[in-house]
């Protein structure tokens, strides 16, 4: 394969491919996202995906894999200990993780820190708990618009969420109040990974939806990374969906915000009707926000048929000089108990029209050898202190 132009990192949020060797210690035993979800449905229209050759690497109840894929592919293990957002997304661009953030998904968070955020914004805090984003809003939305109440919650990850109804509280005293969570937040004790913004719409129970006007306030990076190297290189970093905040804009030299995962793939493939020269770096979220958490397999699997069909608009796009990633940043067992991402290897697919060849690839024991074959790919030394080793000599 020839060194290509344009690289497009596709990171289909949560979908796992099998638990890994720890994954007992993460108390996720028997996982496998993609197995589960294929087992979950009478059928799974998928012929995109089959012929590069996930069915190659999964054993789906009704799809079959194909004797020759399109794409190169195998599995990823994460080096980083955790099974989160950003860790994962980190750790596909060369930081691994040595410690976990903090969670308060057991005892919500401290009366010391609620009390510092609830004098700073103005606001008194209701909720404090670990809980569903939909469940919380059937629970405290009729309140919080009738005093001006806060919701404060927090999740199996390590974040800080606060909802705010657009048409009483206000979008922008919703993000000026993430803000000020952001600040406190950073001491060592309290320092969770995200500040989410839960912008809603509704008026009383059964009506309460969560609007596209989410916005994450992440901790930087810790390290560069390969988005930094290729900015520096004066290359093209395109972020579409949540990716410029989970890197805090670090790297990042425009950003697209998607409304949903059919939407980022839209916008992956007006980008890819454009000239660039670099990186387009895509997470569609809705596989995790919407399917993992909640449970729903069902959901899950007509989710990845809609991802399928733009695959395919997709795949005709790319030029000879392209080429095409598609992974996770961890699993979410949509049947598996609780509601809690899950310990899991993610898939690696990759494909460019000058491809000659295809087929498995030995299993990696890092998310980081995407950042060093993208950095690769472009003759640029990864940062100091990154992991991962480029598969760019393997993709032939």
Partial sequence: MQKCKRVFVVVIDSLGVGEMTDSKEYKDTGVNTLEHISESVETFDIPNLRRLGIAN????????PVE?????????????????????HWEIMGLEGKQPFKTFTETGFPPE???????????????????????????????????????????????????????????????RCCEIAREITMKDEWKVGRIIARPYIGKKRGEFKRTSNRHDYALKPFG???????KDAGLDVISIGKIKDIFDGEGITRALKSKSSVHGMEQTIDVAKEEFHGLCF???VDFDALWGHRRDPKGYAREIEKFDKNLGV??????????????????????????DHTREKVPFLAY????????????????????ATVADNFGIAMPEGTVGTSLLEKLQ
Avoid: W
């Fill in 57 to 64: 690497l999964c054993n789906l109840k009704q799809v079959p």
């Fill in 68 to 88: 020759k894929p399109l794409a190169y592919y195998t599995k990823m293990n994460e080096k980083s200990r955790s099974k989160d957002t950003m860790t994962g």
């Fill in 113 to 175: 820190l609620i009390e510092e955020l609830e004098k700073r914004t103005g606001h008194k805090i209701i909720g404090n708990k670990s809980a569903s984003g939909t469940e919380i809003l059937e629970e405290l939305a009729e309140e919080e618009i009738a005093t001006g109440h806060m919701i404060v919650y927090t999740s199996a990850d390590s974040v800080l969420q606060i909802c705010g109804n657009e048409e009483t509280f206000d979008l922008q005293e919703l993000y």
């Fill in 224 to 230: 560069k990374t390969a988005l930094d190297a290729l």
């Fill in 282 to 284: 895509v997470n569609l």
């Fill in 314 to 339: 997709l795949l005709e796009l790319l030029k000879e000089d392209d080429l095409l990633i598609i992974t996770a940043d961890h699993g979410n067992d949509p049947t598996y108990t609780g509601t």
């Fill in 352 to 371: 460019s029209p000058s491809m000659e060849g295809h087929g498995a690839l030995p299993e990696t024991d890092t998310f980081g050898a995407i950042g």
